[in-house]
């Protein structure tokens, strides 16, 4: 029992650091499941991150609706599918409007394409 307390004496330090500082403005890449929605919208609570949420519209209110979360009042960037998620939250962060990224439910090779493309990544 012991250690349970201290696991969470760690995270709850670690979570008031991180309180000092603003939100992250956070592109989050396609978060089309219940856990990596359910994460960011944690995140955002818990006010670590300013979430963009960038998806295909369909899938994400779907997923939002099925997991019982609201969304209505997060800013989201449509895309067409995963890759064009991963393409599109590079642009915000390249444009200034995202600071982070934040993986969602695809692939990490696709968000990493789309990070060291050669004309739109982030090199």
Known sequence: MDRVEHHGDKYQ???AMAR???PVVT???HPCDDVSLAGAVEAHRLG????ILVAPPARLQAEAAAAGIDISGLPQVASEH???SAA???ALVR???AEALMKGSLHTDEVMGAVVAHDS???
């Open 95 to 97: 444009e200034g409007k």
């Open 82 to 84: 995963s890759h064009d």
């Open 121 to 123: 990544g982030l090199r």
């Open 27 to 29: 592109a989050v890449v």
């Open 48 to 51: 670590l991150i300013d979430p």
């Open 20 to 22: 000092r500082h603003p």
């Open 88 to 90: 599109k939250a590079v």
């Open 13 to 15: 330090r670690v979570l």
